[in-house]
């Protein structure tokens, strides 16, 4: 089972943690744009990274995650960067409500065309795509992510489900079930992300006891998920890297 990071604030103290992991791995890193994931990326030089993936963010007033509620021009702008290169690329697929509502006015009018043109980005561009999900709902609320356009069927995207045990009490039952039928309906594309092992974007988020991360990469084997993702790189510890040495 592959055991990858996250890092939405890449400065040198958090990347530094890497030097913590002696797996080969995979991070997952936040920019506002391609130049400067590139310029991070240039600076990072650990034989143990095996893919470096750019992860998009806008300003604030143009929704931070992606959605077709985000601020038309900052899609354009990240998808025609993107344009004719191989980057690895994850889409954060989450709405504006926590970081700029008043886009649910603003770019009303722009949601059908934004969909539109998220859809096509994911099934045109020739790097790998990684969509980042809300937590598994069931059949029914997918289909409501989906029209949201929050979710998006295609073959060559990888999935990545954002199983936060620290910010949601999932029943364990429902989730093997999901998990299980993730994994039969998208294979070895139906990742999963879990944590918080440190805040993230709002500042407080609760953080996951190693105990529940245990767990939860227990679940991930037990499910026969090829990828997790833990949120964030800078929150490792020797307690955390103890609990995912017995996992690797």
Same mark, same amino acid.
């Given at each position: 089972?592959?055991?990858?990071?996250?890092? !939405?604030?890449?400065? +040198?103290?958090n990347l530094e943690k890497i030097n913590l992991?002696?797996?080969?791995?995979?991070?997952?890193?936040?920019?506002?744009?391609?130049?400067?994931? #590139?310029?991070?990326?240039?600076?990072?030089?650990?034989k143990n990274i095996k893919e470096l993936v750019y992860w998009p963010i806008c300003d604030i007033h143009e929704g931070y995650w992606i959605s077709p509620f985000t601020k038309r021009s900052a899609l354009k702008r990240i998808f025609n960067e993107l344009k004719n290169t191989k980057t690895s690329v994850m889409l954060d697929l989450e709405l504006p409500t926590t970081k700029n509502p008043r886009n649910y006015i603003t770019q009303f009018q722009n949601f059908p065309i934004n969909k539109s043109l998220i859809k096509k980005f994911i099934?045109?561009?020739?790097? #790998?795509?990684?969509?980042? !999900?809300?937590?598994? !709902?069931g059949k029914r609320k997918e289909k409501v992510l989906q029209f949201l356009g929050l979710h998006y069927k295609n073959k060559k995207a990888k999935i990545i489900k954002m199983l936060y045990h620290s910010l949601h009490h999932f029943n364990?039952?429902?989730?093997?079930?999901? %998990?299980?039928?993730?994994?039969?309906?998208?294979? !070895?594309n139906y990742l999963i992300a879990l944590g918080i092992i440190a805040p993230g974007a709002n500042g407080n988020e609760p953080l996951l006891p190693p105990e529940?991360?245990?767990?939860?990469?227990q679940l991930a084997r037990e499910a026969g998920i090829k990828e997790v993702i833990i949120f +964030? %790189?800078?929150? %490792?510890?020797?307690?955390?890297i103890k609990v995912i040495n017995s996992y690797r």
């Open positions: 089972m592959q055991i990858s990071f996250f890092e !939405e604030f890449p400065t +040198r103290k992991v002696n797996w080969p791995t995979k991070l997952y890193i936040a920019a506002k744009n391609l130049g400067q994931f #590139n310029k991070i990326k240039s600076e990072i030089e650990n099934k045109e561009h020739v790097g #790998n795509v990684y969509l980042a !999900e809300y937590y598994p !709902e364990r039952e429902f989730i093997t079930q999901e %998990l299980k039928r993730g994994k039969e309906e998208f294979g !070895e529940q991360l245990q767990q939860d990469l +964030r %790189l800078g929150g %490792l510890d020797k307690e955390y």
